[in-house]
């Protein structure tokens, strides 16, 4: 079945330093695919996707590329800041748009 | 624009109690509806979906139940809350588009 593995956090970094979050699935076909984000005490917010192979997402100065021979799609951002402290979702969409998310990444950033 | 509503916020029940969540959305028609439940430090999972009126899919069992009454209302009930129902859940809608859209969250405590 369809499933999304990422990178367990927390991941803790400095303000302005280069974040990526490891993402892979397993689907059958060819899913959409997605990161959500969550700040504290809310709910998900869609950060970006990518519908096929090869696009890439952005959102916000973060990055995302759909990767079909790896079938990964990794999060990644050039200079993080402490707004960005929160915890992020990788996740794909499978018939019906049901969503199958991964566990979660708690990226915590300091000043 | 589409907005969704969901009630209430936090709620705070004794085992054994029943249980009411209601989900709104406004400003789109025929939405798939879903609920999702997130168990503390752990991932999301998908309880239940609708792709319209009175047409509910489950996709894990529990002691839970979804009704969806109107087109843009789902609603989620239990006869009997357990402690293990305890949780966050999120009522999120899609459309035409693959990406879903969440609400605020309602955060169960069954004491």
């Known amino acids: 079945g369809n499933s999304v593995t990422q990178m367990e956090g927390p991941v803790t970094l400095s303000e302005e330093a280069f974040l990526t979050i490891n993402c892979t699935y397993t689907?059958?076909?060819?899913?959409?695919l997605f990161w959500y984000v969550q700040y504290p005490g809310e709910g998900l917010q869609l950060l970006l996707k990518?519908?096929?192979?090869?696009d890439k997402g952005s959102n916000k100065g973060f990055e995302a590329t759909y990767r079909k021979e790896t079938t990964s799609f990794h999060l990644e951002k050039g200079s993080v800041q402490v707004s960005d402290s929160a915890v992020y979702f990788c996740?794909?969409?499978?018939?019906?748009?049901?969503?199958?998310f991964g566990a979660g990444t708690r990226l915590a950033v300091h000043p | 624009s589409q907005t969704i509503h969901q009630w209430p916020a936090t709620l705070v029940q004794p085992v054994g109690s029943p249980l009411s969540l209601e989900c709104t959305v406004e400003?789109?028609?025929?939405?798939?509806l879903y609920w999702y439940r997130q168990a503390a430090g752990r991932g999301l999972q998908l309880l239940f979906y609708?792709?319209?009126?009175?047409?509910i899919s489950s996709e894990v069992p529990q002691n839970l139940s979804a009704s969806r009454p109107q087109d843009r209302q789902f609603i989620l009930s239990s006869k009997k809350l357990l402690l293990s129902d305890s949780g966050f859940y999120l009522c999120?809608?899609?459309?035409?588009?693959?990406?879903?859209?969440f609400g605020q969250g309602t955060r169960l405590t069954v004491v």
């Open positions: 999120a809608w899609t459309t035409q588009g693959v990406e879903a859209f």
């Open positions: 689907a059958t076909g060819y899913p959409s």
């Open positions: 990518a519908t096929k192979a090869d």
């Open positions: 996740a794909l969409s499978g018939g019906y748009n049901k969503l199958i």
């Open positions: 400003g789109t028609s025929n939405p798939n």
């Open positions: 609708s792709v319209g009126i009175g047409q």
